[in-house]
């Protein structure tokens, strides 16, 4: 049967009305409903702008894999974020985000904790969230009921970028993020002051501190700006109070529509601005300005700080304007894995004691630097008239550690430590010296102290041969070889053992055991006492400067455990970490055993944790995860494997700059059985043991692992593993409580309402996590420390819901 002409074209007219949506239709179906939700995901769902341009979601990071971080980006250009939510916190594949009509935007992880909210930043009559909108802007809006005003928009909570269409009022601001990959807040900020000029500053990271400004907007105009502005069209401005502008962007640029745009506050600094074309195949991001120019030159207040750098570091600016840190010679970083972190010497630091006696023997010499200046150290100007009085008046002073001569009204400046502001650029002309150790570090200055002190002990009868008259020089001469006979055949008979020593002994220095007597003033002064033995202070010297050491009297040692000892103490000579503390040498001699380390000027972990003070979070962090990197090189990147075997607050100590240094590493092997501070075969310390030390099973790396999870713990809640008067008994078995506290999510008793550790509550429970892991009875099931380091680094997921650890070892009396 035919169908009439008219129902053909009414269907027609259907399909196509159906097929293509009014914009109207297009626009409501980018509203968001309360009770909508997204979840972390690989290839999860989004939420775009009805152009397409823009999507708001779960953004995998790069490396990690299991870890998302909640943001905006370019839909277009996915590896671009311009805003995140969280504080720049990753979440772990399964976490979720969702709107609620009473807190807006609610972030949880996988258990349905909750990480985030912004029910403190709505604002409006109502308060009430009826749908969000993803903005073609790039502008993520909840709405309310009552009118189309949003009552919170991602635009009035900028992070590191600022899109068209944005401003900075007073209050607002742009922050820098750590680093390229990580983004919490890092330690630059962009802002309109209380005076009224935008302006960069730099932040202190550990403690928040904003120094003074390093760069300023509108130069000449300071205290005139009212807003800034950076309007949907592209052009971005400061608006003065009498209403005229100040542009920032190039003289004679016009912006595109046919382009993005956006402005950055760098993780190096400088605010950059980019475009790039709409359509993708027609290229990538693009810059066209660059505030300031040359980071490092802009003028140093001094109310800076340690400086953009930090201390001993110079500024200098590479590729792109990018800010780049290096340490003077003589000087490494003080963490290898951050580059504006400062830098320390390689060498003692002068101290003033007997600072005359150490000028005449060279000990320390001054290393030219080109083009260099470190800002606002100077502490004394000296009349010198050449470069050499200079100089020499820097090296006698033991307060001096650079000196600059300019030839001009300004002399000579001598410059105090830490050396602050360092920058490095051509346009700087004057002469700049830096003072260092002289200390060969590639050959053992105790050895050839020992080769120059034989040769003077040999040299001196010879010549006093050939000053008398010859009669004398005859009786000297038979006196001399009587000595030589009795030197063949006594001292030498007595060295032969030392020079068997020295032989058998690869790469550590020997010393004697008086020798040892004399630098600890007769084993004087006492630093602590341990499971191995009493350890002294004292002060040793090989030909260099004089340095501080920590002997340790080893006091359970057997007198047929000599060839273990050799092994032992030659595989921890040949140990070279920044988180191990350092064997210096040893002593044999009879039935003593003794090992010189490096002295630690911050005592303990113990000390440091257990004190009256509280640690600050961020120290404790970094103590955790640089224990753990201690751990990591014993366990698999040292050339012969090592089980600690007693790691415990005790005994991880702290350097000058409250970097953890592991210290014992190596010593449980030469401990007689039976005669540890147990009355069995267990090697370890009470509430740090694991459990397979009780149960005959083989013992592993992870009896290590085990006792990092209790170290963990103490770090985390700044308390011993066992506290038994404690009012609260349940709380008395830390490990026990950690994973009472984790069940509830009362984690904020497991710090004791410490502020900065919960404003950080992502990094938080990943390290209790971690911890809880750690301390699992079964071995299996403990972690590796290399995936430990990456756990903690944030760079591998950590497993929720770990099982209940067991308390055996830390119960059990021995």
């Known amino acids: ?103 807006g935007l609610v972030l949880t992880d996988p258990q349905g904790t909750i990480l985030w909210n912004i029910s403190d930043e709505i604002y409006g009559d109502s308060g009430w969230v009826s749908y969000g909108f993803m903005n073609d802007t790039g502008n993520f809006a909840l709405k309310g009921s009552s009118n189309s005003i949003p009552i919170w928009q991602s635009f009035d909570h900028p992070t590191d970028t600022l899109l068209p269409g944005q401003s900075l009022e007073l209050g607002k601001m742009i922050k820098s993020r750590l680093s390229d990959t990580n983004y919490t807040m890092g330690r630059f900020q962009y802002h309109l002051t209380l005076d009224r000029t935008m302006a960069q500053f730099i ?43 100040y542009n920032m962007l190039p003289d004679g640029y016009s912006p595109s529509q046919d382009q993005y745009q956006r402005l950055i506050m760098s993780s190096d600094g400088i605010l950059i601005w980019y475009s790039a074309p709409k359509a993708r195949n027609r290229g990538g991001w693009s810059r066209f300005q660059v505030v300031p120019s040359n980071l490092c030159m802009e003028k140093a207040e001094r109310n800076l700080g340690i400086g953009l750098c930090g201390s001993n570091s110079m500024c200098t600016i590479g590729g792109n304007h990018a800010l780049m840190c290096t340490c003077p010679q003589g000087y490494s970083l003080t963490d290898p894995n951050v580059q504006y972190g400062g830098c320390k010497p390689d060498f003692k630091l002068q101290i003033c004691d007997d600072n005359a006696e150490r000028s005449m023997k060279g000990e320390y010499s001054l290393v030219q630097l080109q083009n260099t200046d470190f800002v606002y150290n100077d502490y004394e100007m000296v009349n010198s008239k050449s470069e050499e009085d200079c100089k020499s008046s820097c090296l006698e002073d033991c307060f001096c550690a650079a000196a600059s001569f300019s030839g001009d009204d300004s002399g000579c400046l001598k410059k105090k430590a830490p050396l602050f502001n360092g920058r490095k650029h051509s346009s700087i002309n004057q002469s700049f010296w830096i003072k260092v150790g002289n200390v060969n570090m590639s050959n053992d200055p105790f050895v050839t102290n020992l080769l120059v002190t034989r040769k003077r002990k040999m040299t001196t009868p010879i010549k006093v041969l050939f000053g008398g008259s010859v009669s004398v020089n005859l009786l000297l001469l038979i006196a001399f070889g009587i000595f030589l006979i009795y030197d063949k055949k006594q001292p030498k008979e007595s060295n032969e053992s030392q020079r068997k020593t020295l032989s058998e002994y690869n790469h550590v220095h020997y010393f004697s055991y008086q020798e040892l007597n004399e630098a600890t003033n007769g084993f004087k002064e006492e630093l602590g006492r341990g499971a191995f033995g009493v350890v002294y202070k004292g002060m040793v010297n090989g030909g260099g400067p004089s340095i501080y050491v920590a002997v340790k009297k080893l006091d359970r040692i057997s007198s047929d455990t000599d060839e273990e000892f050799k092994t032992e103490v030659n595989v921890i000579g040949q140990t070279h970490h920044k988180n191990l503390v350092q064997l210096v040498g040893f002593c044999k001699e009879g039935d003593q055993r003794l090992l010189v380390y490096e002295y630690m000027s911050n005592g303990s972990l113990a000390d440091y944790l257990f004190g009256d003070m509280r640690p600050s979070w961020i120290d404790r962090v970094q103590i955790a995860q640089g224990t753990a990197t201690g751990l990591l090189y014993l366990h698999e990147e040292c050339s012969t494997q090592i089980i600690h075997c007693d790691i415990k607050p005790q005994n991880i100590l702290l350097d000058e700059y409250h ?48 006792s990092f999870g209790v170290l963990l713990l103490e770090i985390i809640c700044c308390r011993k593993s066992v506290c038994m008067e404690l009012v609260e008994e349940e709380a008395a078995i830390l490990t026990d409580w950690a994973f009472d506290c984790y069940l509830s999510n009362k984690l904020d008793l497991l710090v004791n309402d410490d502020m900065e550790a919960l404003k950080d509550m992502i990094r938080l429970k990943r390290f209790v996590l971690v911890a809880l892991w750690c301390i699992q009875e079964d071995p299996s099931l403990r972690p590796t420390m290399r995936t430990v380091t990456q756990m903690l680094d944030g760079l591998a997921e950590v497993p929720n819901n770990p099982p209940c650890p067991s308390s055996f070892s830390v119960t059990t009396q021995y």
Do not use: C
């Open 1 to 103: 049967m035919a169908w009439p002409l008219s129902y053909t074209l009414t269907l027609l007219t259907l399909i196509l009305l159906q097929s293509k949506p009014s914009p109207v239709a297009a626009q409501n179906s980018s509203n968001i409903s309360v009770g909508q939700s997204l979840t972390a995901n690989i290839n999860g769902s989004k939420w775009l702008s009805p152009s397409g341009d823009f999507a708001f979601g779960f953004h995998q990071l790069p490396i990690t894999g299991n870890l998302f971080l909640l943001a905006i980006w370019y839909a277009n250009y996915p590896d671009t974020i311009v805003w995140h939510a969280n504080d720049g916190n990753p979440v772990p594949q399964g976490s979720s985000v969702k709107i609620t009509a009473n807190e």
């Open 203 to 245: 932040r202190d990271l550990s403690t928040g501190y904003i120094y003074g400004a390093y760069h300023t907007s509108d130069p000449g105009n300071e205290g005139q700006a009212q807003r800034y502005v950076y309007n949907e069209s592209g052009h971005m401005y400061i608006l003065r109070k009498d209403g005229s502008m």
């Open 659 to 706: 970097n953890a240094r592991i210290s014992d590493f190596g010593l449980a092997k030469l401990l007689v059985l039976n005669q540890t501070h147990t009355n069995t075969a267990i090697r370890g310390t009470k509430g740090y043991v694991a459990p397979e030390w009780f149960r005959n099973k083989p013992v592993t790396v992870k009896v290590d692992v085990y």
